[in-house]
């Protein structure tokens, strides 16, 4: 059984100036982590809050358990878990006293349901009289997971949870959502590529529309073009030069290398090096494609339009 | 009711940590009707004057001596010229000068006949009316003690009586109607704030997204302004009868009731401004200056609505304060009961059921 419907929903702003999301549908599964990826703006948040019941859709249709996010607004608000994107707790409450609010506001206690959140609780506990402002970014975070999980929820929706979260912080987040994983569905959106990995499947977003959902290993997989990272002295000169190279299909920085992308049989490792020959310090080495490869892949054609 | 008990809790906690709602809770009424009661008032009370006696016989002597005596007016010595008394009502040292002319006393009981000169300074027309007024009741009593000695016939008096304020005391006007300003402001503004609040920091996302009755937001924001609100009625009662010298001639638990009744009024209309705005600057803003501004001006407390032009009269009917202000006088003052003021307080409830059917009827279920 799916836990989360979306059929042809589309969203549009200032008069349908402005495409939030462009006839997208797809469908999670019971016990799915499934991620939304994509950069700002790709209309992951406008996804959140039509699932949420908290926007309506211009056209389309989404379910939630079987529970229609129109009609049925109030069966779904007392199943779902919701985490916005900003920032949303009391920063002048405790840790505590938000906890026990939003435990509250779904008319349960802490107690009731402390062993769904006794494993992140922990680490909050030796702070649970410190206000929520005075918190740092990961253990806020940290709470309003707490606070999302706290009414046990059959879906849990987070909003990019770990923007502006150390790495340190972002890691023991996702074990989290691992654990939590066995008892809930978690839809989960991040601009981070690394991230969508740990998903067991992902949905690449780009203005308002999917481009491609999959297994991280399937999106990986479908990847057919050749890539080699390529290193200079003059890093500059190098992406002019190679992005002036025929049947080039992508050339981005990455790191301190560029990834460079081209059909398998338009070009040979040896063929690029003597095209770029007059280039010191060459480095070329293939290596295999990254999520954020297979999304740079996936964006680069419809950019170029 | 667990719920709402949670709820009104953690709305206590938002604001006691608050240092600045604490301030605009709690101090700016006790420190407004202080201000408004000592202050702002138009009482004129040992105001300097000049008494210019050309005379300087016994008639002027004893008018002057009048006047000196009453506490209106406190005379300044060193002026005797017409010339002086202009350059000093310039200069603001005075605000009034009294001519008396030469041979006073003698035009006065020989020739039946004698005139006093009163200049004012009329830059301000209602302290120059009022000084007038006083200096020309000493001046006739003055004269009707004359007349006494003499038992002149067919002369007419005039007794005055100044009803349920007979001191004139400003603090009559001032109290009933900055308890209107005050209550008004504090509860629907703080009321539409703290609403509003939920929207700005996101935690309305949350709620909206969770099972809970819109009624039980409502309600838990409402309950801690209304309990404020009332403490602060008791502060301003308090202040104004053993501060201000007000009397409460009515029926105090009448009184308690209808500044119950205004106080819901209030945040009616700050539960219908939330519902309507989303920034907690424009709901501050149009508090202030859609409340604060027609109430000032149309409430009747400082300027009197029958003097103003119809279109005014008719749109100071839309102002609460104006009727909670009339209920107060009437109550508080005059000693009225609830036969003389049921139409205004049937206003008031009226105009608290419309606000909450808007606010109802308006309250969003989704994000905008």
Redesign the interface.
């Known amino acids: 059984m799916s836990a989360v419907i979306v059929e042809h929903i589309t969203k549009t702003f200032n008069k349908g100036k402005i495409k939030a999301l462009d006839n997208v549908s797809f469908s999670v599964q019971e016990g799915e982590l499934f991620g939304l990826i994509g950069p700002d703006g790709a209309g992951k948040t406008s996804l959140f809050r039509i699932l949420t019941t908290l926007w309506l859709a211009d056209s389309g249709k989404a379910e939630v358990k079987g529970l229609d996010v129109v009609q049925d607004y109030k069966a779904i608000r007392k199943r779902i878990g919701y985490m916005p994107g900003k920032f949303s707790l009391y920063q002048d409450l405790t840790v505590e006293e938000n906890l026990s609010f939003f435990a509250t506001l779904f008319n349960t206690t802490i107690r009731e349901n402390y062993d769904l959140v006794k494993d992140i609780y922990v680490q909050l506990e030796p702070f649970k009289d410190r206000k929520a402002g005075k918190l740092s970014g990961g253990m806020k975070q940290k709470l309003a997971l707490c606070c999302a999980l706290i009414h046990k929820p059959d879906v849990l929706f987070l909003d990019e949870p770990t923007t502006g979260v150390d790495p340190v912080s972002r890691k023991e987040f996702w074990e989290m959502l691992r654990r939590l994983q066995s008892r809930i569905t978690i839809i989960v959106s991040t601009p981070y590529m690394d991230e969508a990995t740990l998903c067991d499947r992902i949905a690449l977003m780009q203005d308002g529309r999917i481009m491609q959902l999959d297994t991280p290993e399937g999106i990986v997989r479908s990847f057919n073009d050749t890539l080699l990272s390529i290193r200079g002295n003059d890093m500059f000169g190098l992406i002019g030069a190679i992005r002036a190279l025929p049947e080039i299909s992508g050339c981005y920085a990455f790191g301190e290398s560029l990834h460079v992308r081209f059909p398998a049989d338009a070009w040979t490792e040896t063929g690029l090096r003597s095209a770029l020959e007059q280039f010191s310090g060459l480095v070329i080495e293939p290596i295999t494609p990254g999520i954020e490869d297979c999304f740079m892949a996936l964006i680069e054609p419809h950019a170029a339009h | 009711m667990?719920?709402y008990g949670?709820?009104i809790r953690?709305e206590f906690?938002?604001i006691f940590?608050?240092k600045r709602s604490l301030i605009i809770l709690f101090a700016l009424p006790i420190a407004q009707i202080l201000i408004f009661g000592f202050a702002l008032t138009n009482e004129i009370k040992n105001t300097h004057i000049a008494v210019i006696d050309m005379a300087h016989d016994a008639a002027s002597q004893s008018l002057t001596d009048r006047l000196e005596a009453s506490r209106y007016f406190e005379l300044t010595g060193d002026i005797h010229s017409v010339a002086d008394a202009d350059a000093a009502l310039l200069a603001d040292k005075i605000k009034m000068a009294i001519v008396i002319p030469a041979d006073f006393n003698n035009s006065l009981m020989h020739g039946h006949a004698s005139q006093v000169q009163l200049i004012t300074d009329a830059t301000d027309p209602n302290t120059a009316t009022t000084l007038q007024l006083y200096a020309s009741a000493i001046i006739r009593d003055f004269q009707s003690d004359i007349n006494d000695q003499f038992k002149l016939p067919y002369s007419l008096h005039t007794e005055v009586r100044m009803m349920y304020n007979p001191q004139l005391k400003g603090a009559y006007l001032f109290v009933p109607g900055v308890m209107g300003m005050i209550l008004l402001l504090i509860s629907a503004m703080m009321t539409s704030i703290a609403i509003v609040r939920e929207k700005e920091?996101?935690?309305m996302?949350?709620?909206?997204?969770?099972?809970?009755r819109p009624i039980v937001l409502i309600l838990s924001k409402a309950v801690p302004y209304i309990v404020i609100s009332m403490v602060n009625v008791t502060t301003i009662l308090l202040i104004g009868v053993f501060i201000l010298g007000l009397p409460v001639a009515g029926n105090i638990f009448l009184l308690i009731g209808v500044c119950l009744l205004f106080i819901l009024t209030a945040i009616a209309l700050g539960l219908m401004i939330s519902n309507i705005i989303d920034s907690q600057q424009t709901a501050m803003f149009i508090s202030l200056m859609g409340l604060m501004l027609p109430t000032l001006i149309l409430s009747g407390f400082m300027f009197p609505i029958e003097n103003m032009p119809v279109p005014m009269q008719v749109l100071s009917n839309i102002v609460p304060t104006k009727w909670f202000f009339i209920i107060v006088k009437d109550v508080m003052i005059k000693g009225l009961g609830f036969a003389s003021i049921w139409r205004e307080v049937l206003i008031l409830a009226g105009m608290t059921a419309f606000f909450l059917f808007v606010s109802y009827r308006k309250f969003k279920?989704?994000?905008a």
């Open positions: 667990r719920q949670v709820f953690k906690k938002h940590r608050d920091i996101n935690t996302e949350i709620i909206l997204a969770s099972p809970l279920i989704r994000l």
